[in-house]
């Protein structure tokens, strides 16, 4: 466990500064993939964190079923989007984003585990995929 908190800690230094991890957040929304959208801020370093494995898992897991992004909202732009979103909630924050029908789900702060949030996430994808 120390060695992978470690290995998060070099990845989280390296967002630090930077926009978002993953794809943007432009080519997410233009793509026919469901998109996972993350909102955290790198000041809050625990958040950071508690969401470190989990892109993890969607990336190795769902790679070719859903595109991922954790956006900064350190960066003033990102704040921006965040609050277009309109959801007062605290960080971070995850929505599953279908693309084709420009609508989004917001992902219960509790299932913020890899067990529940695979659950639904496949169940998810069944779903958006079945309803094109």
Known sequence: MLIQQRGYALNIREYLNKPYIGISYEQGITQNLPFILVFANSRDVFSVIKMAPIGEM????????YNFCILNTKIKENK??????????????M???????QTFYQINRKYY???????ILNEMHYQIITKK
């Open 80 to 93: 921006e989007l965040f609050e277009a979103f309109g959801i007062d909630e605290k960080l971070p924050l």
């Open 113 to 119: 585990n890899k067990k529940d949030l695979k659950e």
């Open 58 to 65: 969607v990336y190795e897991e769902f790679k070719g079923k």
């Open 95 to 101: 929505l599953v984003i279908n693309p084709q029908t």
